[in-house]
């Protein structure tokens, strides 16, 4: 790893001393190969550049801070395998750690994978029939990350992405004798978004090197013993936050969810789970955890009091975590520096905040005869359950299917998805009209519209989620929670951005000149005598239109919403059949759930 930091002028370079550079397998996106000036990286990086081979442990720690810094994109296939590798084989040299790295171990990789192929995909059939291991993660998890975690690049991974997460989780079970690593799917999927499928392979093959659980849980009693060591540190050093985290279900296997088993990805922006995975690399879990304790303390320093008045479950807490680490108020390099924080003693000694890997490592020990004892008694996953359907005198219809309920549930804020459907206005029942539409619709802030497109070749059904009432307002209203979906094919949601929407434009002199696109989200919600609509277009059209009768729907790119085609390709205007709204009931009490307030909502705005 080391071999990265200073640039040292060389006569001759072996080709095969330099480093592999970045490739998305995931995705095929271009990766960025510049390397910020004066970031101590090296500018042409080389086996033979940087400190050589004697580094000192100061040298070391200097290369663990840099990750913490960011490593860059360029770079990452590189140094991460480098990373694990040098954190996996601690006796190994220096030299033979960064040979991972170069292009001299290329071939070997990439015959190493092959092989692993041919054995357990002797026919290219095999391949196609196969589908994404969850490794304990969740069902309802894994579509979720393959139909757009926003982590994970925001829409859905395409088939050769799919294909060759499907091959390298297939190998680590097959090959590396790996069954429950609910930390597993995500971990690859950052992987292979920065290396081919051999490198990924070959650096999850060093992470799970010995059983040490350096860098993953791999056994239900390993991730047991995980759960409750991340609660012991929670106690030992945020005891007050623990206390509140502890009366609501969060410190639980299952509350813990968000960071033990997706690794912050619902949580924090994509950039900012990379630079957890720069660390990660090197740090292995002490990273998780001393990162996670201290995100979970600062959270609920910034949420306040309005934990203990609106929180009563872990699904609000992490929404309000989730809210607060997007928002303004949250700066990661600082969060980072307080994650690392040390405090001094006697003047001169100065000890870390959090306690030191091998203590965090005893502790997971020593844990482990607890998680053995109660391995049977404690949940490690709670499947959420699809929305439920209120039976009324005309049957709904267009999402009667549990699938499609089940992924409207995971798009939805956490306070509604354990709610029922209500239907409030079907097209079959109450007639194609615009002003009956607004009539059914008067009585319910939050809605879903949904619509049946006709003359397609399988059946397709879209909709939108609105989060104000329905009504003749052609100024516009609605805010950012509000979405676009398709829920049938392949059911996918397209989610407001904010950034998407405040797109300044310069002149020729470099001032600023007027801007060309919608900047506010009080718009996303458009809708007359003549047609509603969601999400507006640089051109005037809609993310999401219907027409005065709906009969007729239209559909473009949105800003806000970044949708693709949400019908199919090169489809804008279509024929519409069945148009269903619904309304949300709460279970416990058959209640409507308008009225009740967000508790999160505005206080990071």
């Not at 600082?334 to 091998?358: C, D, G, S």
């Not at 003549?530 to 219907?546: Q, T």
Request: glycine letters at 8%; hydrophobic letters at 40%; charged letters at 20%.
């Amino acid at each position: 790893m080391e071999s990265f930091i200073h640039d040292v002028d060389q006569i001759e370079i072996n080709p095969l001393d330099l480093f592999c550079s970045s490739i998305d397998t995931l995705r095929g996106l271009p990766i960025d190969q510049i390397i910020p000036p004066n970031s101590n990286w090296s500018a042409r990086p080389t086996r033979n550049s940087g400190i050589n081979s004697n580094a000192s442990n100061n040298d070391r720690q200097e290369i663990r801070e840099m990750c913490r810094r960011g490593i860059p994109p360029c770079l990452r296939c590189a140094a991460w395998i480098i990373n694990v590798v040098s954190a996996s084989n601690p006796t190994m040299s220096k030299s033979d750690c960064d040979d991972y790295g170069t292009l001299m171990k290329v071939r070997i990789l990439e015959h190493g994978w092959d092989l692993v192929l041919k054995s357990l995909f002797p026919d290219k059939t095999d391949i196609e029939r196969a589908d994404v291991l969850d490794f304990g993660l969740g069902h309802e998890n894994i579509m979720s990350l393959i139909h757009g975690d926003v982590v994970h690049g925001g829409v859905a991974i395409p088939d050769g992405g799919i294909q060759s997460l499907t091959m390298v989780l297939h190998a680590a079970r097959d090959s590396l004798g790996i069954e429950f690593c609910p930390l597993l799917p995500d971990i690859a999927c950052l992987l292979l978004s920065f290396m081919p499928e051999s490198y990924a392979y070959a650096t999850i093959r060093q992470m799970v090197v010995d059983d040490s659980s350096y860098f993953l849980a791999v056994s239900r009693v390993q991730h047991l013993a995980w759960c409750k060591t991340f609660s012991d540190l929670m106690r030992r050093c945020f005891p007050q936050t623990a206390v509140v985290m502890e009366q609501i279900g969060v410190l639980t296997p299952v509350g813990l969810e968000p960071i033990l088993k997706r690794f912050f990805v619902t949580l924090l922006r994509r950039k900012h789970v990379l630079r957890i995975m720069d660390i990660f690399t090197g740090e292995g879990a002490h990273a998780i955890f001393r990162i996670g304790t201290t995100l979970c303390c600062l959270s609920h320093a910034h949420l306040g009091e309005s934990i203990r008045k609106n929180c009563d479950n872990a699904t609000i807490f992490w929404e309000g975590v989730r809210r607060f680490a997007h928002s303004k108020h949250f700066q990661f390099d600082i969060f980072l520096n307080q994650a690392y924080a040390v405090t001094k003693t006697f003047k001169v000694i100065t000890r870390p905040v959090f306690p030191r890997p091998e203590f965090v490592a005893r502790l997971i020990s020593n844990n482990e005869p607890w998680a053995e004892a109660n391995q049977s008694n404690l949940p490690t996953h709670a499947d959420k359950k699809s929305l439920g359907l209120v039976e009324g005198e005309v049957p709904i219809e267009l999402a009667k299917d549990s699938a499609g309920r089940l992924s409207l549930a995971l798009w939805l804020p956490p306070v509604l998805q354990s709610t029922k459907l209500e239907l409030i206005y079907s097209s079959n029942y109450h007639g194609r009209s615009i002003e009956m539409f607004y009539r059914c619709c008067s009585s319910s802030k939050h809605t879903i519209t949904t619509m049946e497109v006709l003359d397609m070749n399988e059946p397709t059904v879209i909709g939108m989620y609105a989060t104000q009432t329905w009504h003749n307002n052609p100024d516009g209203y609605g805010d950012g929670g509000c979405f676009l979906f398709r829920l049938n094919p392949m059911p996918e949601c397209f989610r407001y951005k904010s950034e998407e929407m405040r797109i300044t434009s310069f002149d020729e002199d470099g001032e600023d000149a007027p801007p060309t696109h919608v900047n506010d989200a009080g718009q996303l919600m458009i809708s007359s005598d003549s047609f509603i609509s969601m999400g507006v277009g640089e051109d005037g059209a809609s993310g999401l239109r219907l027409n005065e009768d709906l009969t007729r729907g239209s559909t473009s790119h949105s800003i806000g919403f970044g949708n693709r085609e949400l019908v199919g390709k090169g489809i804008e205007v279509f024929e519409v059949g069945l148009v269903e709204v619904y309304r949300f009931v709460r279970e416990v009490d058959n209640r409507p759930v308008d009225g009740d307030v967000d508790p999160w909502k505005g206080m990071f705005d």
